[in-house]
């Protein structure tokens, strides 16, 4: 069983996994405007990433017995002027989920939910990944400025990445 303040706050993370997810898929639908084929895998696999993060939270509230209540999910951004762009927002919205699984690891602390607690300790570390492979290629892309060979060199790399559904927990 948890209580009622984890189990609010859990089913809210739910929804800002479920946030991201939406907010990427927009971002994949961008890069497919660009014809950017790469940018839309890396996207495509961070949105079945952020599924996968929102599908942990339920099991892991289901199997405390909890209650799952899902609420609306917001409505993200359609456009933006440049890959570049993109990823300074997908930068800044990372940083903006690690404060709000840090909010979370606060009040496993506050309320001495040592379950829960552990269970976030993989939300912890996926962040600190999550952040990482983000600035990876945002850095790269303040390089290439507005060099387009550089960009479908990128877009090539990013092609690479392949999905690895987490074992969460
Ligand atoms: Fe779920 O890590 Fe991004 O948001």
Redesign the pocket.
């Known amino acids: 069983m948890i209580s009622e303040k984890m189990n609010t706050a859990l089913n809210k993370q739910v929804n800002?996994?479920m946030y991201?997810a939406y907010l990427?898929l927009a971002m994949q639908a961008y890069f497919q405007r660009l014809n950017l084929k790469g940018f839309v895998n890396w996207m495509n696999i961070?949105v079945q990433?952020?599924m996968a993060?929102?599908k942990g939270l339920y099991d892991y509230i289901q199997e405390r017995d909890g209650e799952i209540i899902l609420e609306a999910i917001e409505k993200p951004e359609s456009n933006w002027n440049s890959p570049l762009e993109v990823f300074e927002a997908i930068y800044k919205?990372?940083q903006h989920?690690t404060a709000l699984?840090n909010q979370l690891a606060d009040i496993a602390d506050e309320t001495k939910d040592r379950a829960a607690a552990l269970f976030l300790q993989w939300?912890i570390k996926?962040?600190v990944e999550?952040e990482a492979s983000v600035s990876g290629v945002l850095e790269t892309l303040k390089m290439i400025k507005s060099d387009t060979h550089a960009l479908l060199l990128l877009d090539k790399e990013l092609m690479a990445r392949v999905f690895n559904p987490p074992v969460i927990g």
């Open positions: 800002a996994e991201s990427y961070q990433e952020e993060h929102a919205h990372e989920v699984i939300y996926e962040q999550e």
